[in-house]
């Protein structure tokens, strides 16, 4: 199993361009996730996805849009990109979230550098 | 909102020490995770947490789930060279959102 891949791994985006992000599953997971990582400020959630057809707005979502038409697929849009949103973005999924064993565990890609100068 | 602190922030360690590390939070948590990644990678998990006290291990690593809900340690036994990485913890609260720590990162001595 190829488990959650991204594409591109790496882009460079002059400031104003748009670009997608793609994240595919193979493990049938309900729910999926959009992460930015910078130096020193761990993961933060950027949108999430409950279930194919839904999406949610994480802790820093403004500036992105995502959309889920398919379980096994979760986009990440930049409409305007602005050097601020220079990063590197994660995709995560997992089966089912709760107080129980097994819940919660995300399973990560690989990551996709993103420039935008 | 929640706010979870993980220290310390970096660790120089010979091979062969023990290593420790943990994480507080401001309120409660259901569930704590500690993953580990390493370079140009995504974060692996390598202990999940589900009840206040619950001790578990994977090979040399150990974790806890604190007795208060409100702090997680992890422990690595012995480290070799190919423990480097930043190491982090997550904590879900009632809401199911994970909260991520700032990472601890792992430098072995040469």
């Known amino acids: 199993n190829a488990g959650v891949t991204q594409t591109p791994k790496f882009r460079v985006l002059k400031t104003g361009q748009s670009m997608t992000l793609l994240c595919a599953q193979d493990?049938?997971?309900?729910?999926m996730y959009w992460y930015r990582q910078d130096p020193g400020m761990g993961l933060r959630l950027i949108h999430y996805?409950?279930?194919?057809?839904?999406?949610a707005k994480g802790e820093v979502p403004d500036g992105y849009n995502v959309s889920r038409l398919k379980k096994q697929n979760f986009l990440l849009g930049l409409e305007s990109a602005a050097p601020s949103q220079t990063s590197v973005y994660f995709c995560?999924?997992?089966?089912?979230?709760?107080?129980?064993?097994?819940?919660?565990?995300?399973?990560f890609g690989a990551g996709s550098r993103l420039t935008v100068l | 909102g929640q706010q979870l602190n993980q220290s310390p922030q970096s660790m120089f360690i010979q091979e062969g020490e023990d290593v420790s590390m943990n994480c507080t939070s401001s309120?409660?948590?259901?569930?704590w995770l500690w993953y580990k990644q390493e370079p140009g990678e995504g974060p692996v998990l390598l202990i999940a947490?589900?009840?206040a006290g619950e001790l578990t291990s994977n090979g040399r690593l150990t974790a806890q789930f604190g007795i208060t809900r409100k702090d997680s340690f992890l422990n690595i036994s012995a480290s070799i060279p190919s423990d480097v990485g930043i190491y982090f913890c997550?904590?879900?609260?009632?809401?199911?959102?994970?909260?991520w720590g700032a990472g601890t990162k792992l430098i072995i001595k040469p």
């Open positions: 997550a904590g879900q609260g009632s809401n199911y959102q994970l909260i």
């Open positions: 309120s409660i948590f259901n569930t």
């Open positions: 947490l589900y009840k």
């Open positions: 996805s409950v279930g194919e057809g839904t999406t």
């Open positions: 493990m049938n997971h309900e729910y």
């Open positions: 995560a999924s997992s089966p089912y979230r709760g107080p129980f064993s097994g819940a919660n565990v995300l399973t």
